[in-house]
């Protein structure tokens, strides 16, 4: 009896970790998605095709346009706060966990503002 509970109790783990995954799949498409073709030109069955799954599994885990995209954004924030927490962890300078860390030479400023007409492209 002990084996088919702790049986069944590893399905459902099984499960969640499939879940997860195929949530993640969808979101990586979703990114490409949108950054080829914007949110007008983004559809769920293009997220669908592109993440390799059914439309109806997008709809599932997200249930439609609007909440996939704000899933999206979540998602995204989350790594990028995962990388912030990393890069003010610590004693060392944060030039130092740059990616360019250890670099003796200044580097070069930044433009003030870009071209007029010009859109920089989102940074996921």
């Known amino acids: 009896m002990l084996e088919r509970m702790s049986s069944a109790a590893e ?3 099984q499960r969640r970790i499939r879940g997860r995954a ?16 914007g949110y007008g030109g983004a559809t769920m069955r293009a997220v669908a095709d592109a993440a390799g799954v059914r439309l109806s599994l997008v709809h599932y885990h997200f249930g439609g346009k609007r909440r996939l ?5 979540e998602h995204e924030n989350e790594q990028l706060l995962v990388r ?9 300078a944060l ?3 740059g990616p ?7 580097p070069s ?7 007029k007409g010009r859109r920089l492209p989102p940074k996921w």
């Open 100 to 106: 360019r860390g250890g670099r003796t030479s200044s």
């Open 109 to 115: 400023p930044a433009p003030s503002s870009p071209a």
């Open 95 to 97: 030039a130092e966990k």
């Open 69 to 73: 995209f704000a899933g999206l954004l």
């Open 22 to 37: 195929t949530r993640d799949q969808i979101l990586d498409a979703a990114r490409e998605v949108l950054r080829a073709g």
């Open 11 to 13: 399905k459902v783990d």
């Open 84 to 92: 912030q927490r990393g890069l003010f962890a610590g004693g060392e």
